[in-house]
């Protein structure tokens, strides 16, 4: 499966966004697919999740309340929506999909194995 990320760009702090992962080459269905992000000098870190058989969701604490992660099957596509962005929240957002995740697993990059090419996030007080 081939992902494209984008929705990406620069805003305001309290501004909104919203990220799309579109795939192609395999329905998305039996699929896991996280978003994660890494900053400048920082690790790849874990934002949000869905597990699209059934639906389970998780997101990193930091982003709670304020991010939500969403799907059109008909469009083999996930949202990631952002809301109340914060200066912290800049960085590169890749997408990721992964197949047959347990959900101790969906937070770990480690369990992808297909990634997009990142879109970057700047947010500017």
């Known amino acids: 499966v081939q992902l494209q990320a984008s929705g990406g760009g620069s805003v305001q702090v309290g501004d909104s966004l919203r990220l799309t992962c579109a795939a192609s080459?395999?329905?998305?269905?039996?699929?896991?697919v996280g978003w994660f992000r890494q900053s400048p000098g920082q690790g790849r870190e874990f934002v949000a999740g869905?597990?699209?058989?059934?639906?389970?969701?998780q997101y990193a604490d930091s982003v709670k309340g304020r991010f939500s992660i969403s799907r059109d099957t008909s469009r083999n596509t996930v949202y990631l929506t952002m809301n109340s962005l914060k200066p912290e929240d800049t960085a590169v957002y890749y997408c990721?999909?992964?197949?047959?995740?347990?959900?101790?697993?969906?937070?770990?990059?480690?369990?992808?194995?297909?990634w997009g090419q990142g879109t970057l996030v700047t947010v500017s007080s």
């Open positions: 080459g395999r329905t998305f269905t039996g699929y896991t």
């Open positions: 869905i597990r699209l058989r059934d639906g389970i969701i």
């Open positions: 990721a999909a992964g197949q047959r995740l347990i959900v101790s697993s969906i937070s770990s990059s480690r369990a992808y194995n297909y």
